[in-house]
């Protein structure tokens, strides 16, 4: 099936003025979340989603809350010089979906990037470590390819929580030519 | 109502293990930085326009 071409779509931020009743992803309870809880969410300042055009028809969205990962010691030795906290700051990719009429169109792969990418320059004003996910377990593989680590305590839930360590792989980036480009 | 979104994430045993090990001895693959920086040309190119 042929991806669609990333400069043809467009990541706009959710309000009350776009009809979401047209979206139908596979998953039900992320199309109730879109259409009943992601505004209202919005609006306490709780998450932020993000609607995912191609032409005139919204294809996918995404949502982003801040996060924390907590680590619980189970001894003191446990603990690593030079970090002494038990909670690290993250931005969570809270929600994914694609619309089912454009399933295996790269969308999916590309809202993640979007969120990667967006999180990086996010990161690059506020503190923040790590990237979380409530991931669909279709898409568990997908995550691990990418470095994103499973928690095994909660690998049977429905959208089993995934992070990823985005410090390592921030010091190999040159961010004076990415901010010039 | 969908199923609220879950914040806070707290590691135990195995998996508190696993996470403190990568903060010892973090690494990157070659896969994830061509990753973060094939993402962070697609956030440039996709703005979040208010």
Request: charged share 30%.
């Amino acid at each position: 099936m042929r991806s669609i071409l990333h400069e043809r779509l467009r990541v706009l931020p959710l309000n009350e003025k776009y009809d979401l009743t047209t979206f139908f992803s596979t998953n039900n309870e992320l199309n109730d979340f879109l259409k009943n809880d992601a505004l209202n969410s919005q609006d306490v300042l709780i998450s932020r989603t993000y609607l995912c055009y191609y032409e005139e028809a919204l294809v996918g969205f995404l949502t982003l809350v801040t996060d924390t990962i907590e680590v619980k010691l189970v001894e003191t030795s446990d603990g690593v010089d030079g970090y002494q906290y038990s909670k690290y700051p993250c931005i969570k990719i809270a929600r994914v979906a694609v619309d089912k009429e454009y399933a295996g169109k790269g969308i999916g792969r590309f809202l993640l990037l979007w969120a990667v990418g967006t999180v990086y320059r996010v990161s690059r004003v506020v503190g923040c470590r790590y990237i979380t996910v409530d991931a669909k377990k279709e898409s568990i593989q997908f995550y691990q390819k990418n470095g994103f680590k499973l928690i095994k305590k909660y690998a049977e839930r429905n959208f089993p929580p995934m992070y990823l360590n985005m410090y390592p792989i921030i010091l190999n980036i040159d961010h004076k030519k990415i901010d010039n480009q | 109502m969908a199923h609220p979104i879950e914040l806070g994430l707290v590691l135990e045993g195995e998996d508190a293990r696993e996470f403190l090990e990568d903060l010892r001895n973090p690494k990157a693959t070659k896969e994830q930085i061509e990753m973060f920086k094939e993402a962070i040309k697609i956030a440039k190119e996709h703005p979040v326009e208010f």
